[in-house]
């Protein structure tokens, strides 16, 4: 957990800095609109969009907003159809690199994708060549400030699978069908939930054990992430804290 825990800090302040760049409220809306589409309307009834929905609102998405791309994903309201395509590659170094997207053209996101790979050192693979080394879990960013018994304890009774320190916050895992629940139960505990997502955990780990070899597949990961179609960037690196210091220098 501990390579994964470094990583989705990293993801996590690049998110915070995502608002401020406005690109995030669009992404948001889209991953609402196919999560309406896929499952139904109904957060009650789709815990998907349920997860969907919290995390636009964690990250101040208006609620009207919200519920027009809700009705534009079950067809009450006019909108462009978006699908889901995963990508899969690797970087360099043997970095399994996973990228889940949300197009309205896949004949210009494949080649997209395919050209950034290539392009920062990378390379493109088959469908479920990469996908295996990730398992599907939910993931909630607790504020730290509890002890570490007492979110141990709230985490794993509301059905939480790890507990993780994460740099200023607790990182809860879980199936991803609970995302919601477990948070819903956190809460009624008093525990304070700074976001909720879904997210694809590595299950092994590549060591960069160079400054370089870091840089190199951050650029490759920042540029994949750059696409307005990319909704979210998975690798199984794991960055020693001597290099995360350089990198924060």
Same mark, same amino acid.
């Given at each position: 957990m501990s390579g994964h825990s470094k990583w989705a800090t990293i993801k996590h302040k690049k998110g915070a800095a995502d608002v401020k760049r406005g690109k995030l409220f669009?992404?948001? &809306? #889209?991953?609402? *609109?196919? =999560? =309406?589409?896929? /499952?139904?309307?109904? $957060? @009650?009834?789709?815990? !998907?969009?349920?997860?969907?929905?919290?995390? =636009? #609102?964690?990250?101040?998405?208006?609620?009207?907003?919200?519920? #027009?791309?809700?009705?534009?994903?079950?067809? %009450?309201?006019? /909108?462009?159809?978006?699908?889901?395509?995963?990508?899969?590659?690797?970087?360099?170094?043997? +970095?399994? +690199?996973?990228?889940?997207?949300?197009?309205? !053209? #896949?004949?210009?996101?494949?080649? *997209?994708?395919?050209?950034?790979?290539?392009?920062? /050192?990378?390379s493109i693979a088959e469908p479920g060549a990469v996908a295996w080394q990730f398992e599907r879990k939910g993931i909630l960013h607790v504020v730290g400030t509890m002890d570490e018994d007492e979110i141990m304890m709230a985490a794993l009774d509301a059905g939480a699978d790890d507990v993780a320190r994460d740099g200023e916050f607790w990182a809860v895992t879980c199936e991803a069908t609970l995302t919601s629940i477990l948070r819903t139960a956190l809460e009624k505990e008093g525990v304070t939930v700074d976001s909720s997502d879904l997210t694809m955990i590595p299950t092994s780990m590549v060591e960069l054990d160079d &400054?370089?070899?870091?840089?190199?597949?951050?650029?490759?990961?920042?540029?994949? %992430? %750059?696409?307005? @179609?990319?909704?979210? +960037?998975? =690798?199984?690196? @794991? &960055? $020693?804290?001597a290099l995360l210091e350089q990198l924060a220098q």
């Open positions: 669009a992404k948001l &809306i #889209r991953q609402v *609109e196919v =999560a =309406a589409k896929n /499952g139904g309307g109904d $957060p @009650d009834m789709n815990p !998907n969009l349920r997860t969907m929905f919290q995390k =636009a #609102r964690d990250a101040s998405v208006p609620i009207d907003t919200i519920e #027009r791309a809700i009705k534009r994903g079950t067809g %009450e309201l006019e /909108g462009v159809i978006y699908e889901e395509v995963n990508y899969e590659g690797y970087a360099g170094h043997g +970095v399994a +690199v996973f990228v889940e997207t949300l197009t309205d !053209n #896949r004949n210009r996101t494949g080649p *997209e994708m395919r050209s950034t790979f290539s392009k920062l /050192g990378g &400054i370089a070899a870091v840089r190199s597949v951050l650029k490759l990961i920042d540029a994949l %992430e %750059e696409n307005d @179609d990319v909704q979210d +960037v998975y =690798a199984n690196f @794991d &960055i $020693p804290d």
